[in-house]
């Protein structure tokens, strides 16, 4: 199993704690038949992929894909992106993710010494950098986390690799997008336990369906995502996983629609009664004809 | 927040989608820092064809960096070492701390704080056609 990236240092007051979702996401990513479908789809010959996850919280997810991606995509040389409503979120993101390269990919013996997984030294090398011998000397890299909404503030194409597990508990609204006001500090404490509530909310509600956000992403995953991109969305039994995934079968671009779109179940967990509880469905382009 | 993150963004603003001139993004008042990382050739060449080299160059231009080829580097020029390590630096090693980026279409500026870009819109420059046409007027007198 491969290690899961420390949060020891994220403040979980107003940022989503990884929980089964997260893990869901961690299992599926590095399972056997996904890290063939990446490492194939990825091949190292190709250029170095942007990974991008929106809504990124404590970052686990993210770091987890970029730390192991020599074994999960078979390349290192991989760009790691985040977006998050929360400033603080986006602060915890790039500790989590920075120091989750640090741990698992360091080469240098010299600081390969400590093998805790729970240590929060940035300089320091986890089980993983021993056991696993790195092709060459190149580090994945974290470029930046932004406080975002969504993958708004991405070019077109600009993303190969994107994750999401949205706010997917249906809820009577979604809440306003957070301003600056948001993040100074409380004056009370009913003020500070109102923030806190509020910015937590961003982390679960889903409005009608559960679907309100995730359908917002859905809608610009064909502009953000690269002609090879694939994208990851998680989702419950009550956003209805397998109407979605026929839908997204049903995009099509390009003249004459020749190009449609995939969509498959890539990891489940909780089946009950024949349906599961969460799905992460793995969206991507197919060439239907070709020229 | 790395240099080489502009490459990949855009304006936020719905009606600066396609306006050419809202790519790339300017930076202005970039507070730079260097953090240096082992010097990676095989990783700049995997990164030369995933970016858009014309945002790359006006980027490096504004940013006072040495000057970067005029088209992107191929075949033997890959090997001119000084070439990968002056993008070394330029894609891998330098951070903006604290600054804005500038959109040249509308002329909205984006924060960065502690190498954190704030790409929240105020709710006035949402969605509305009214909106858009407000800072458009704006721009107009924004001098990038």
């Known amino acids: 199993m491969l290690p899961t990236p420390c949060t020891a240092h994220v403040p979980f007051d107003t940022i989503y704690e990884p929980a089964e979702d997260s893990y869901l996401f961690l299992d599926t990513l590095s399972s056997a038949s996904e890290t063939a479908w990446l490492t194939q789809h990825f091949s190292p010959t190709t250029p170095s992929p942007t990974i991008l996850e929106v809504g990124s919280g404590s970052g686990v997810v993210l770091a987890f894909l970029v730390a192991n991606s020599p074994t999960i995509l078979g390349r290192a040389d991989v760009l790691s992106l985040a977006t998050d409503l929360n400033r603080t979120a986006c602060l915890a993101t790039r500790e989590t993710v920075v120091k989750a390269i640090a741990a698992q990919q360091n080469t240098d013996p010299t600081t390969n010494t400590s093998p805790s997984t729970t240590d929060t030294d940035t300089n320091r090398a986890g089980p993983a950098a021993q056991a696993q011998e790195s092709p060459s000397a190149v580090k994945s890299t974290h470029l930046s986390t932004l406080q975002s909404n969504l993958a708004s503030s991405f070019k077109a194409g600009s993303i190969d690799i994107l994750l999401f597990n949205p706010p997917y508990v249906p809820t009577d609204a979604v809440p306003r997008a957070p301003t600056a006001t948001d993040f100074v500090p409380p004056e009370s404490r009913s003020e500070q336990f109102e923030r806190e509530s509020y910015l937590l909310s961003l982390t679960y509600a889903g409005g009608k369906d559960g679907m309100e956000i995730t359908e917002r992403l859905l809608a610009d995953l064909p502009r953000v995502l690269s002609p090879r991109g694939v994208g990851y969305v998680l989702l419950c039994a009550q956003n209805r996983p397998r109407e979605v995934a026929e839908r997204i079968r049903g995009w099509r671009e390009g003249v004459d629609g020749a190009t449609g779109w995939c969509a498959e179940i890539a990891g489940f967990s909780g089946v009950k009664a024949g349906w599961e509880k969460l799905v992460i469905l793995r969206v991507w382009r197919e060439c239907i004809r070709e020229e | ?144």
């Open chain 2, 1 to 144: 927040m790395k240099l080489l993150t502009a490459n990949f963004l855009t304006c936020a603003v719905k009606g600066c989608r396609a306006a050419a001139s809202s790519y790339p993004l300017h930076f202005k008042d970039a507070e730079l820092e260097l953090q240096e990382v082992d010097f990676q050739p095989e990783f700049i060449h995997n990164i030369i064809p995933r970016i858009d080299w014309e945002g790359l160059r006006v980027m490096a231009n504004e940013l006072g960096f040495p000057k970067i080829p005029d088209s992107k580097p191929e075949g033997d020029a890959l090997n001119d070492e000084q070439t990968m390590r002056d993008l070394h630096r330029l894609l891998l090693e330098t951070h903006v701390v604290e600054g804005r980026l500038c959109c040249g279409n509308c002329g909205h500026e984006y924060m960065i704080k502690e190498g954190i870009a704030n790409f929240l819109l105020p709710s006035h420059l949402g969605k509305t056609k009214n909106s858009i046409v407000e800072i458009q007027v704006y721009a107009d007198g924004f001098a990038l």
